[in-house]
């Protein structure tokens, strides 16, 4: 039997009859918009069995990135970079409501990505992690398996992905295995698959593997982020070190900022104090937001960034819903931190404001659970599943380490 049996129609009437006017401050400029359905918890639920049931047909071979234009979600398979938020979406709904029929979702989906744990892939820390790495840690999965994929799964980030000459792990470009060889591309967005090869480090006692991963860290902010804090997307390295070559893939120019890259880096460098305790990596983080928030304030007032901060703002750049529920998980790790009221002021504002009909999609005829959310500049907005999964993620610490309750129409 589904979690919730509400029909497509009954759920919308819900929806429309619980909207009311309200107002938003963010930093003293007040935001028009409407109240979210009576429960945001309800409506992420109802489509996230709709994900499992419908959209995926239960099969644990496939995944999705992005919905189409129309909200359809668009199939993929493991291989894909996304194919970890799948289980991590799940396991994650498993900790909020302690429903058992989400972890074995969680469960299902995890054993669909296995395998990523032995191939080559910039981004296995994000198939990995996500999946098996929130099932050993929160999923009540503590298993010798688990941990074997996890540490697997960093091994080989390592072997296929590591080069000591660099000191940093290769993204790009596609198909080349060996690190040694060229082009030796490192994007913003490696960072975040870090993650996997700091907790085996930390957890599995490989100590080179943490100092490869602070190496990356650092190579990363010598080359890939600007004296102002903004981030570059892609760096391209010479086989000795040298930084040969700068570009951008999914932002405008090479010179531009990408959100949801700047969004990574906020994200990353919080999680990487959290693994080392290393000051640095705090400042990091802490100087990529203050570059994030002021670049959003000067685009729009609902902290909801197009997808380049600097390219014109027409039909090229579409909003990016996902870099402020990256954002948002990060602050509410950064308030954990510091103590700091803004941190947790600040990500209020934004689930606030990604709880609003205009980024909320409330019809289950849109598939995703956030709208206008986009892969890259040039690209026109859609549904991602890493949007929902951080909006998701950013509920649950909200949960677990803030002080205070969000309003009562998100259900928590």
């Not at 497509?8 to 963010?26: C, E, I």
């Not at 938020?85 to 669909?112: D, M, R």
């Not at 100590?207 to 102002?228: C, L, Q, Y």
């Not at 640095?280 to 304030?297: G, V, W």
Request: aromatic letters at 14%; charged letters at 20%.
């Amino acid at each position: 039997m589904p979690l919730f049996s509400i029909k497509h129609a009954n759920l919308k009437n819900a929806v429309v009859a619980g909207l009311a006017v309200s107002m938003l401050s963010v930093n003293a400029q007040a935001v028009a918009s409407q109240a979210p359905p009576q429960s945001v918890m309800a409506l992420i639920e109802s489509k996230s069995e709709l994900l499992a049931s419908e959209a995926l047909n239960s099969n644990k071979h496939w995944f999705t990135a992005y919905t189409n234009e129309a909200g359809k979600w668009q199939h993929e398979y493991s291989k894909n970079w996304c194919s970890g938020f799948i289980p991590g979406i799940f396991w994650y709904l498993n900790a909020l409501s302690n429903n058992g029929q989400w972890q074995q979702y969680a469960e299902h989906w995890t054993e669909g990505v296995r395998s990523r744990a032995y191939a080559t892939d910039n981004d296995t820390g994000f198939q990995i992690f996500n999946s098996f790495g929130l099932g050993y840690t929160m999923g009540k999965k503590p298993s010798d398996d688990y941990k074997q994929v996890l540490i697997d799964g960093a091994s080989t980030l390592v072997k296929q992905r590591y080069n000591k000459d660099i000191g940093a792990f290769r993204s790009w470009r596609q198909g080349i295995s060996n690190p040694t060889r060229l082009p030796f591309e490192v994007n913003i967005d490696q960072l975040m698959n870090m993650e996997l090869v700091l907790w085996v480090g930390k957890h599995a006692n490989k100590p080179e593997f943490t100092k490869m991963a602070i190496s990356h860290a650092d190579k990363t902010w010598e080359h890939g982020v600007r004296e102002n804090g903004s981030t570059y997307h892609v760096v391209s390295y010479s086989p000795s070190g040298e930084v040969v070559k700068k570009r951008t893939h999914q932002g405008w120019k090479t010179e531009s900022t990408w959100s949801r890259g700047q969004a990574w880096s906020v994200y990353a460098y919080a999680m990487y104090y959290r693994y080392t305790g290393l000051e640095r990596m705090l400042e990091r983080s802490i100087k990529s937001y203050e570059y994030f928030i002021e670049s959003t304030k000067q685009q729009t007032q609902d902290l909801v960034p197009y997808s380049d901060f600097d390219a014109p703002i027409d039909d090229d750049n579409p909003r990016d819903s996902s870099a402020t529920a990256i954002v948002a998980s990060a602050l509410i790790e950064l308030y954990k931190i510091t103590q700091q009221e803004k941190y947790l002021n600040d990500a209020q504002q934004m689930l606030a404001s990604l709880s609003t009909p205009k980024y909320l999609a409330m019809d289950n005829n849109y598939q995703s659970i956030l709208l206008k959310g986009s892969e890259k500049w040039g690209e026109p907005e859609v549904g991602t599943i890493f949007g929902d999964y951080f909006f998701i993620e950013a509920l649950y610490r909200w949960q677990q380490w803030a002080p205070r309750k969000l309003p009562k129409h998100f259900g928590l």
